[in-house]
């Protein structure tokens, strides 16, 4: 199971930490290079033993498994990277909040009671 954890950090140190996540899954692409690499040796194997295409699925499954985790932690580098660049292009000042104006209310004009309308008696 999967849970995110949230930490906070200055402002500064975020080019550092995604440095270092950059590394980190720089580090489990290899890995997963080298799980493909396995694959492609076992099916090099001139064998057709349900043993060869157990253990190639087995390897194929944890390469899937991988290439997910792999996924995810390149999902939340850009989202760092997205947040960053959202900070460091706003405007130095914030632009004064727009002028508005009240909308005028139509005047309210009263209405008769129900049952006593206006009767000329003329």
């Known amino acids: 199971m999967k849970v ?3 930490q906070s950090i200055d402002i500064e140190e975020i080019p550092n930490k995604l440095r270092e996540l950059l590394d980190s899954t720089s580090h489990n692409m290899r ?7 396995e694959c492609l040796s ?3 194997i001139n064998s057709n033993s349900s043993l060869k295409y157990n253990f190639l699925k087995q390897t194929m ?3 899937r498994s991988e290439l997910a985790s792999v996924d995810q932690e390149l999902s939340d580098i850009d989202s760092i990277l997205e947040g960053y660049i959202g900070i ?3 405007p130095a ?16 004009q009263p209405q ?3 049952g006593e309308e206006d009767v000329d008696e003329g």
């Not at 890995?31 to 690499?37: D, P, Y």
């Not at 000042?93 to 309210?108: A, F, G």
């Open 4 to 6: 995110r954890i949230i």
């Open 31 to 37: 890995e997963l290079q080298s799980l493909f690499g």
């Open 42 to 44: 076992v099916s090099d």
């Open 61 to 63: 499954e944890k390469l």
């Open 88 to 90: 460091i292009e706003e």
């Open 93 to 108: 000042t914030p632009p004064p909040p727009p002028q508005v104006s009240p909308i005028p209310k139509p005047p309210v």
């Open 112 to 114: 008769a009671p129900v």
